[in-house]
Protein backbone atom coordinates (compact mmCIF):
# COMPACT_ATOMS: atom_id res chain seq x y z
CA UNK A 1 0.00 0.00 0.00
CA UNK A 2 1.11 3.43 -0.92
CA UNK A 3 1.64 5.86 1.88
CA UNK A 4 -1.54 8.20 2.61
CA UNK A 5 0.34 11.75 1.07
CA UNK A 6 -1.28 14.63 3.43
CA UNK A 7 -1.57 18.29 1.54
CA UNK A 8 -0.61 21.02 4.48
CA UNK A 9 -0.97 24.76 3.27
CA UNK A 10 -0.05 27.53 6.34
CA UNK A 11 -1.11 30.76 5.92
CA UNK A 12 -1.81 34.45 7.65
CA UNK A 13 -4.02 36.47 7.42
CA UNK A 14 -4.13 40.37 8.39
CA UNK A 15 -7.51 40.11 9.96
CA UNK A 16 -8.46 38.94 13.52
CA UNK A 17 -9.53 34.86 14.42
CA UNK A 18 -13.03 36.06 14.66
CA UNK A 19 -13.16 37.55 11.41
CA UNK A 20 -10.98 34.79 9.61
CA UNK A 21 -13.53 32.03 10.63
CA UNK A 22 -16.83 34.32 9.76
CA UNK A 23 -15.19 33.56 6.14
CA UNK A 24 -15.03 30.29 6.89
CA UNK A 25 -18.50 29.65 8.51
CA UNK A 26 -20.86 32.36 7.25
CA UNK A 27 -22.69 30.70 3.83
CA UNK A 28 -22.78 34.58 2.21
CA UNK A 29 -18.99 34.77 3.05
CA UNK A 30 -17.87 31.52 2.07
CA UNK A 31 -19.46 31.32 -1.35
CA UNK A 32 -17.59 34.48 -2.31
CA UNK A 33 -14.22 32.66 -1.90
CA UNK A 34 -14.40 29.43 -1.86
CA UNK A 35 -14.25 28.23 -5.55
CA UNK A 36 -12.37 30.98 -7.04
CA UNK A 37 -13.56 31.47 -10.87
CA UNK A 38 -16.54 29.45 -10.26
CA UNK A 39 -20.42 30.65 -9.36
CA UNK A 40 -20.68 28.65 -5.75
CA UNK A 41 -23.81 27.88 -4.09
CA UNK A 42 -24.01 26.56 -0.68
CA UNK A 43 -27.24 24.13 -0.64
CA UNK A 44 -26.84 23.28 3.15
CA UNK A 45 -24.56 24.17 5.70
CA UNK A 46 -24.92 23.14 9.00
CA UNK A 47 -21.98 24.08 11.44
CA UNK A 48 -22.01 20.86 13.64
CA UNK A 49 -20.33 17.51 14.36
CA UNK A 50 -22.50 15.23 11.94
CA UNK A 51 -24.11 18.57 10.14
CA UNK A 52 -23.53 19.16 6.19
CA UNK A 53 -21.84 21.28 4.25
CA UNK A 54 -23.47 20.78 0.61
CA UNK A 55 -21.85 22.90 -1.83
CA UNK A 56 -22.08 23.30 -6.06
CA UNK A 57 -19.71 25.20 -8.35
CA UNK A 58 -21.00 26.32 -11.54
CA UNK A 59 -18.55 27.14 -14.46
CA UNK A 60 -20.90 27.73 -17.54
CA UNK A 61 -22.54 24.19 -18.68
CA UNK A 62 -19.91 22.22 -16.09
CA UNK A 63 -20.95 22.16 -12.11
CA UNK A 64 -19.49 20.28 -9.34
CA UNK A 65 -21.16 19.22 -6.29
CA UNK A 66 -19.42 18.63 -3.05
CA UNK A 67 -20.83 17.63 0.12
CA UNK A 68 -19.14 17.97 3.42
CA UNK A 69 -19.53 16.12 6.67
CA UNK A 70 -18.09 17.48 9.78
CA UNK A 71 -16.69 15.25 12.10
CA UNK A 72 -15.70 18.21 14.62
CA UNK A 73 -16.18 21.87 15.13
CA UNK A 74 -14.51 24.32 17.91
CA UNK A 75 -15.38 27.60 17.30
CA UNK A 76 -13.29 30.00 16.19
CA UNK A 77 -9.90 27.49 16.64
CA UNK A 78 -10.71 24.17 14.23
CA UNK A 79 -12.90 22.67 11.59
CA UNK A 80 -12.66 19.17 10.28
CA UNK A 81 -14.69 17.54 7.99
CA UNK A 82 -15.18 14.47 5.41
CA UNK A 83 -14.86 15.85 1.69
CA UNK A 84 -16.21 13.78 -1.33
CA UNK A 85 -17.86 14.58 -4.51
CA UNK A 86 -21.69 13.78 -5.03
CA UNK A 87 -24.19 13.54 -7.63
CA UNK A 88 -26.96 15.63 -7.86
CA UNK A 89 -28.76 14.03 -4.99
CA UNK A 90 -25.49 14.44 -2.87
CA UNK A 91 -24.85 10.67 -3.01
CA UNK A 92 -20.55 10.27 -3.10
CA UNK A 93 -19.43 9.29 -6.23
CA UNK A 94 -15.88 9.89 -7.91
CA UNK A 95 -15.00 13.04 -9.26
CA UNK A 96 -16.74 13.93 -12.46
CA UNK A 97 -13.88 16.45 -12.86
CA UNK A 98 -10.90 14.73 -11.90
CA UNK A 99 -10.78 10.66 -12.25
CA UNK A 100 -8.80 8.97 -10.22
CA UNK A 101 -9.59 11.38 -7.56
CA UNK A 102 -9.82 10.16 -3.89
CA UNK A 103 -13.20 9.63 -3.28
CA UNK A 104 -13.16 10.74 0.08
CA UNK A 105 -10.69 13.97 1.69
CA UNK A 106 -10.54 14.60 5.59
CA UNK A 107 -9.91 18.14 6.09
CA UNK A 108 -8.90 19.85 9.10
CA UNK A 109 -8.56 23.66 9.40
CA UNK A 110 -6.90 25.13 12.26
CA UNK A 111 -6.81 29.43 13.66
CA UNK A 112 -4.28 30.68 15.63
CA UNK A 113 -3.65 34.17 16.60
CA UNK A 114 -1.17 35.73 15.24
CA UNK A 115 -0.18 39.19 16.71
CA UNK A 116 -3.06 40.95 15.51
CA UNK A 117 -3.91 38.62 12.54
CA UNK A 118 -4.34 34.72 11.95
CA UNK A 119 -2.44 31.94 11.13
CA UNK A 120 -4.50 29.26 9.18
CA UNK A 121 -3.49 26.05 8.22
CA UNK A 122 -5.59 23.63 6.34
CA UNK A 123 -4.53 20.10 5.53
CA UNK A 124 -6.18 17.53 3.46
CA UNK A 125 -5.53 13.98 3.44
CA UNK A 126 -7.13 10.93 1.13
CA UNK A 127 -9.16 8.37 3.72
CA UNK A 128 -9.54 4.68 2.10
CA UNK A 129 -8.30 5.99 -0.69
CA UNK A 130 -6.31 3.14 -3.40
CA UNK A 131 -3.42 3.33 -4.38
CA UNK A 132 -4.78 5.08 -7.93
CA UNK A 133 -6.13 7.69 -5.79
CA UNK A 134 -3.35 8.15 -3.79
CA UNK A 135 -1.12 8.64 -6.71
CA UNK A 136 -3.40 10.99 -8.38
CA UNK A 137 -3.89 12.85 -5.42
CA UNK A 138 0.03 12.99 -4.90
CA UNK A 139 0.49 14.50 -8.22
CA UNK A 140 -2.14 16.89 -7.97
CA UNK A 141 -0.83 18.19 -4.66
CA UNK A 142 1.64 20.27 -6.20
CA UNK A 143 -0.74 22.56 -8.07
CA UNK A 144 -3.37 23.17 -4.96
CA UNK A 145 -1.93 26.14 -3.83
CA UNK A 146 -3.15 28.16 -6.93
CA UNK A 147 -6.72 27.43 -6.52
CA UNK A 148 -6.71 27.54 -2.58
CA UNK A 149 -4.39 30.89 -2.86
CA UNK A 150 -6.72 32.66 -5.37
CA UNK A 151 -9.81 31.93 -2.89
CA UNK A 152 -7.58 33.21 -0.06
CA UNK A 153 -6.69 36.50 -2.71
CA UNK A 154 -10.71 37.11 -2.46
CA UNK A 155 -10.71 36.08 1.33
CA UNK A 156 -8.49 39.22 1.88
CA UNK A 157 -10.65 41.61 -0.25
CA UNK A 158 -13.55 40.33 2.40
CA UNK A 159 -11.65 41.05 5.23
CA UNK A 160 -10.75 45.02 4.16
CA UNK A 161 -14.27 45.33 3.43
CA UNK A 162 -15.50 43.38 6.48
CA UNK A 163 -12.55 46.08 8.35
CA UNK A 164 -13.93 49.32 6.56
CA UNK A 165 -17.35 48.77 7.73
CA UNK A 166 -15.72 48.59 11.35
CA UNK A 167 -14.09 52.00 11.53
Known amino acids: ?20 WRAWTDPDLLARWYGPGADTTIHRFDLKPGGMWL ?23 KMVWLHS ?9 SSP ?3 GWPRVL ?9 GSGTKVRLTMKPV ?27 MEEIFAELQAEEA
Open 1 to 20: MTETPEYILDREFDAPRNMV
Open 85 to 93: STDADWNII
Open 55 to 77: NEMRWGEKSDLSRMVFQEVVTEE
Open 128 to 154: DATDAEIACFTEMMGGMDNGWGSGYKI
Open 106 to 114: LTTVTFEDA
Open 97 to 99: MMP
